[in-house]
Nanobody
Framework: VQLVESGGGLVQAGGSLRLSCAAL????????MGWFRQAPGKEREFVAA????????EYADSVKGRFAISRDNAKNTLNLQMNSLKPEDTAIYYC?????????????????WGQGTQVTVSS
């Protein structure tokens, strides 16, 4: 499956952005989906994940209560609504897909990755 992110940009602290990830190719509903981010000089870190049907979600503590992950299997789309953004949220955001998952927070378990979209939050 090919993943294409969109929706990144520059926003002031306290603002909102909505990221989207379009899945091209194989059946989107067969994949467990996640969002990760990577800031300059830092390792890629887990942000949020959602199961195949969209009934279960998981979040990093740093974004819990501010970000919301969702999916639309009919439209082959994954979304990340980001509210109350902080300068420390600045990073390249990646969507990722996994056919089988045991630990959603482990990037090594994801089979496919998008090219990333830049999110910059100014103070």
């Amino acid at each position: 499956v090919q993943l294409v992110e969109s929706g990144g940009g520059l926003v002031q602290a306290g603002g909102s952005l909505r990221l989207s990830c379009a899945a091209l190719g194989r059946t989107f509903s067969r994949y467990f989906m996640g969002w990760f981010r990577q800031a300059p000089g830092k390792e890629r870190e887990f942000v949020a994940a959602i199961n195949w049907s969209g009934t279960n979600t998981e979040y990093a503590d740093s974004v819990k209560g501010r970000f919301a992950i969702s999916r639309d299997n009919a439209k082959n789309t994954l979304n990340l609504q980001m509210n109350s953004l902080k300068p420390e949220d600045t990073a390249i955001y990646y969507c990722a897909a996994a056919q089988w998952i045991s630990t959603a927070r482990n990037p090594g378990q994801y089979n496919y990755w998008g090219q990333g979209t830049q999110v910059t939050v100014s103070s």
